[in-house]
């Protein structure tokens, strides 16, 4: 079965920091990962997607995550978090998405 | 155009009612999901919609929990005998076709069992 897993649960940066989550998987074949985000009081959305391809996806909001197959990771990263990026922040592969716990990202202003 | 939809936003029932739980979404998506968030956790999938058939429905916890979606476009999550363990905010997504496609979620439903 598909699966992923995110280390870090609870992460708290000062805006302008540089931000980089975890995300491992543990499967093989074809290898599709998203990240989504939820934003407090609002609706999952995609943030952004790697189906094949450039290794480095870029995504909304000046994220960008790179798929590293020999570490079998796909980490968001962000040079410089802003305030509005205090969120809970998803990995999970398509179809029936299978989201982990999450990361819960807060920035202090 | 509108995004998902889901009524009621809000539902308090008591332990042993029934509930029912609607989702519209997204006009032309063929592939519809329900998931259940509890507090602090990630979504936890329940079932999925391909059209009018349940093409997965291994994520639901147990009997109590059915979903329909009779003509391929709004569907319902229905939950019988509801316990205090069933409250959660359950979310909806829909996606051009199932597998590869960004899921666009709704607001969810955040149903509290007293």
């Known amino acids: 079965a598909q699966s992923v897993s995110q280390h870090n649960h609870h992460v708290i940066l000062s805006e302008a920091a540089s931000l980089e989550l975890g995300c491992n998987y543990s499967?093989?074949?074809?290898?599709?990962l998203f990240w989504y985000v939820q934003y407090p009081g609002q609706h999952l959305q995609l943030l952004l997607k790697?189906?094949?391809?450039?290794?480095l996806v870029k995504g909304i909001k000046g994220f960008e995550a790179e798929f590293i197959k020999s570490k079998f990771s796909f980490n968001l990263r962000k040079p410089s978090v802003q305030w509005s990026d205090t969120a809970e922040y998803f990995c999970?592969?398509?179809?029936?998405?299978?989201f982990g716990q999450g990361t819960t990202l807060q920035v202090k202003p | 155009g509108a995004g998902v939809s889901q009524t009621p936003s809000n539902k308090v029932t008591e332990k042993g009612k029934y509930v029912e739980l609607r989702c519209d979404p997204i006009?032309?998506?063929?592939?519809l999901y329900w998931y259940r968030q509890s507090l602090g956790q990630g979504p936890e999938f329940l079932i999925y919609?391909?059209?009018?058939?349940?093409?997965?429905d291994s994520g639901l916890p147990n009997d109590r929990f059915f979903a329909v979606r009779p003509e391929g476009s709004v569907s319902t999550l229905k939950i019988q005998r509801t316990e205090r363990g069933d409250s959660a905010v359950y979310l909806c997504?829909?996606?051009?076709?199932?597998?590869?496609?960004?899921?666009?979620f709704g607001p969810g439903t955040r149903l509290t069992v007293l």
């Open positions: 499967y093989g074949g074809t290898v599709n």
């Open positions: 919609f391909q059209g009018t058939g349940a093409a997965d």
């Open positions: 997504a829909s996606s051009p076709a199932a597998g590869f496609n960004e899921q666009f």
């Open positions: 999970a592969p398509p179809g029936k998405l299978i």
């Open positions: 006009s032309g998506h063929t592939a």
């Open positions: 790697y189906f094949s391809g450039d290794p």
